[in-house]
C-alpha cells in the first residue's frame, strides 16, 4: 500500500517525486507501543525508516529487527525531544531530509496524580515532548515537504484530548491542543499537496500508563485497543486525507457522546471514572526526570539539560 494518495483535492495534485520507490518515513516514539506500530507498517510498505527515541539500545534492537524482517534500511537515532540540544538535531534531520515522506508524531508522555502533588519539571517535559517538539517537528517536516508538494505528517494525540481529565490534567491539555493545532492546519495545507493528521486513540496496549505511574488493574480488558489497530487505521485515514482518525467504533460512538454532553456533566464522570480506573500513586511514578524503571532505563536527562535550554 502506498501512502501517495490516487486522487486529491482539485488543484492539489501531487508533483511526482524524486524517487521511484515510498520516500523515508521518520518516527518519534518509534520503541513504544504505538511508535513501533507505525515502524512495522511503514516498513512492510517499503519506506526506509529513521526511528527517534531516547533509549538507544531498544532503538538499535529496534531497527535490526524491523530490516531483518521487512529488508527495508532502517536508521536509528538516540534523541530526548525534553532537550533543546536534541531537538534541535531531530528538526535538523528533519529540514535536511529530501526524501521525507511520512512524519509520525508518536512520541509522547504522560503523568497521573493530583496537578499540585506532580514533579512540576515532569509535568514541563509532558508539554516538551507531546506539544512542543511535535509543534516544531511539524513546521520542520512542512519546510522540507511543502517545496515538492508532496508528504504526509500524522500527530499521535488521544482521545482524551476530548476530555478534561482529572489526574491527568497536564496530558489531558497537551491532546487537546495537539487535536485542534493539527485540525487547523489540516485547513491551511488545502491545496499544497501535503497531508496532515491527528490520530485520537482510546485505551490502547502499551506501556504508557504503568510508565506515568497509573496502575491498570481494575480497567476492564474490554476496552482496550491494539497498537497495530491504531496504526493500521490511521494509515488508511491518511490515504484518504482525513483531517482526524478515531480508531476503533467504539472510539468514535465516545467521541460524539463526549462532544454532545455537557461539559460539566463530562469532567464529572471523567473525574470518577479514572479515580476508580487508575488507583493513581503519587509516591509511586516514573523517576520525576520521567525515565523509565526497567532495565534498559535511559541516562539521566537532568545530567544532559543545560541550564539555559530550560523552560522553552
Ligand atoms: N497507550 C494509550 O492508551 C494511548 C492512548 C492515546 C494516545 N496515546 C499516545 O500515543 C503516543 C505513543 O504512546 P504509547 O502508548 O505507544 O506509549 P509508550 O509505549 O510509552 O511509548 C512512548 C514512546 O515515546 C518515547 N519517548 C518518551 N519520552 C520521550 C522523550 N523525552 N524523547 C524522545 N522520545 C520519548 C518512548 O521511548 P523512550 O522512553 O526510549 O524515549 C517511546 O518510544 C503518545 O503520544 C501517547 O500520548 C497513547
Redesign the pocket.
Known sequence: MSLRPGKRRSGTRAAAGPQAGPGRAMV????????RAFVEQLAAEGHELLV????RQ?LEELARQVHATYGVVVEALA????LDVDLRHVEDRVRGDARLEVLVN?????SWGRFRELDMEREL?IIR??VIAAVRLTRAGLSTMLPRRQGAIIN?????GYVMLPFCATYGGT?AFLISFTEALHEELRGTGVRIQVVC????R????T?SGASTAKMPSFIWVR?ETIARSSLAALKHDRAVCIPDARFRVLSVLLRLTPRSVVRRVASRLFGDFTTYRLDDHDSPR?E?RDSTA?PSPAAKRAPETRGQ
Open positions: 518519534l516514539g518509534a520503541t513504544g507501543g504505538i511508535g527517534v527515541a531516547r533509549n531498544r534523541a530526548d525531544l525534553a508518536a512520541a509522547g508522555l504522560a517535559d515532548v507531546n499521535v494525540a488521544s482521545l482524551a491532546k486513540p482510546g485505551f490502547t502499551t506501556d504508557l500508563f510508565r497498537p520521567g523509565p535511559v
